[in-house]
């Protein structure tokens, strides 16, 4: 199990990385200032480990239902879960993606 933690801009980094620098948690403008010039990209791609995952499983021929329905319906999957379990939403993200 991956745990995560939220960092003071609201951005989730790995909960055993304290004192190591991280791109993750830095500002859109400190990051833009950094891929500016040098012809590199800052992609912000919202639970890509599920994309990434759903898109090799179908490489190979495969089908993970499960996932690609809640990739296809984050919102109203995470707004169920909420209701479900009778939690925020801050606290729920993590569990899900960890």
């Known amino acids: 199990m991956q745990l995560y933690r939220e960092c003071q801009n609201g951005r989730l980094v790995p909960a055993n990385v304290s004192d190591c620098p991280n791109i993750i948690p830095m500002s859109k403008e400190l990051k833009a200032s950094i891929f500016s010039d ?30 690609k329905h809640y990739l296809e319906n984050k919102s109203t999957e995470r707004a169920r879960l909420v209701e479900e379990y009778g939690i925020p939403i801050k606290t729920l993200k993590p569990h899900i993606i960890s």
């Not at 919202?46 to 190979?60: D, K, P, R, T």
């Open 38 to 67: 040098r012809q590199l990209y800052d992609y912000d791609i919202q639970n890509c480990h599920f994309s990434l995952f759903n898109n090799l499983v179908e490489a190979m021929g495969q089908e993970c239902p499960s996932i």
